[in-house]
């Protein structure tokens, strides 16, 4: 079947401008996360989802970071005010939810900023 | 919160020879521990997890085994082939919904 999907798959934006990133998760999996990747480092979660439950905010950045999930399956993560900082892959997985833990996740979103 | 710690960050070996990297972990409620690869410009995959209640697991050339008292679990790869160069990385779960990533390792594998 189709796996996560990201859109788009590279983003240059100016500084100060506002970005939207788009994941589809795969078809019934109730768990969606979003990671930053940081050029050479590891995996920094950001946001979680699970289901109708209120999202886990704890690794967002900055208030400038923000994200939602409509009718429990596309996820948006918004970056407002984008800084060079900002510049990394930005990563989406589901997982079919429960305690589940196996994450499955997109071909990434590189975002440059200038 | 979890800490996840893996070393080394590179590790170049010979093909045909083994690779190990280790990783250690802080909380000991942390019962599922996967391993993801990430080959350059790609997305991370499982190849191989392992739970608190196994000490070791094989999968074809990898395994992985764990040490619940020393809170640390490695990554054993045998017989190494240039498909396995990429970007390794461990992580650890409570067993709820939220993995905590080591930083990674570049394994490079020479010809």
């Known amino acids: 079947g189709a796996g996560v999907s990201q859109s788009p798959s590279n983003k240059v934006t100016e500084k100060g401008k506002d970005v939207e990133l788009r994941c589809d998760p795969i078809s019934g999996h109730t768990a969606l996360y979003w990671y930053r990747q940081s050029l050479g480092q590891g995996l920094e979660f950001l946001i979680y989802f699970q289901g109708n439950s209120a999202p886990d905010k704890s690794g967002l950045p900055s208030d400038r970071f923000s994200a939602e999930r409509t009718g429990g399956s596309v996820s948006t993560l918004t970056i407002q005010r984008t800084q060079q900082e900002d510049s990394a892959v930005y990563l989406c997985?589901?997982?079919?939810?429960?305690?589940?833990?196996?994450?499955?996740f997109g071909p990434g979103t590189r975002l440059l900023v200038l | 919160g979890e800490n996840v710690e893996q070393h080394p960050s590179t590790l170049s070996v010979q093909e045909g020879d083994s690779a190990v990297i280790k990783c250690t972990y802080s909380?000991?409620?942390?019962?599922?521990f996967p391993w993801y690869k990430q080959e350059l410009g790609k997305r991370p995959q499982l190849i191989i997890d392992i739970r608190s209640n196994v000490g070791e697991k094989k999968d074809q050339r990898i395994a992985v085994t764990l040490n619940k008292t020393a809170k640390h679990f490695s990554l054993h790869i045998t017989e190494t082939q240039p498909e396995d160069s990429a970007v390794y990385f461990c992580a650890a779960s409570t067993g709820d919904y939220k993995l905590s990533f080591g930083a990674g390792t570049t394994v490079t594998v020479r010809a």
């Open positions: 997985a589901s997982s079919p939810g429960g305690r589940v833990e196996t994450q499955y």
């Open positions: 909380d000991s409620a942390s019962n599922y």
